[in-house]
């Protein structure tokens, strides 16, 4: 399925539903993404994470961010802002991953620098599907932007 050659990426998933995460972490599998797969449960872990504070001290900086919006104490919209803001951060490729279809949310993220806004699909066969195709796209198409010092 994908590129033999393809570089291994660093992916964070910032999502609260326990469900969701395990779901994820199938789907990848299932479908042959074997890049580290990084988990926040919420915005203020994520920045945390980003940003290497605390706990995360060694965390490594993720190629691509997997953004839920409807998370407790910092929204996804919120964290998507935040890293805009941040030269260290602002170029790190951020997909809106999440159950809302509200067009408010969709043109928000995009107003926010979102690199796509993707709904999740309810069914594990649907989801494994748009799993797979993230990882053609991401491991064999996208160049991704190196870090900024």
């Known amino acids: 399925m994908f590129m033999p050659d393809a570089t291994p990426i660093e992916i964070l998933l910032v999502?609260?539903?326990?469900?969701?995460?395990?779901?994820?972490?199938?789907?990848?599998?299932?479908?042959?993404?074997?890049?580290?797969?990084?988990?926040?449960?919420?915005?203020?872990?994520?920045?945390?994470?980003?940003?290497?504070?605390?706990?995360?001290?060694?965390a490594p900086r993720p190629d691509v961010i997997l953004l839920d919006?409807?998370?407790p104490r910092m929204n996804g919209l919120e964290v998507l802002a935040e890293l805009k803001r941040d030269p260290q951060?602002?170029?790190?490729?951020?997909?809106?991953?999440?159950?809302?279809?509200?067009?408010?949310?969709?043109?928000?993220?995009y107003q926010a620098h979102a690199a796509s806004y993707v709904v999740k699909p309810i069914d594990f066969?649907?989801?494994?599907?748009?799993?797979?195709?993230?990882?053609?796209?991401?491991l064999s198409i996208v160049r991704l932007?190196?870090?900024?010092s």
């Open 15 to 58: 999502e609260d539903s326990e469900p969701d995460i395990l779901l994820t972490e199938e789907a990848f599998a299932a479908a042959g993404v074997t890049n580290r797969l990084h988990i926040t449960r919420d915005g203020v872990e994520a920045l945390a994470f980003l940003r290497r504070d605390d706990v995360y001290a060694g």
């Open 69 to 71: 919006i409807n998370m």
């Open 89 to 109: 951060l602002m170029t790190i490729p951020v997909i809106v991953l999440t159950t809302s279809e509200a067009d408010e949310d969709i043109l928000r993220s």
């Open 125 to 138: 066969e649907h989801f494994y599907q748009a799993i797979q195709a993230f990882g053609r796209y991401m």
């Open 145 to 148: 932007p190196p870090p900024t």
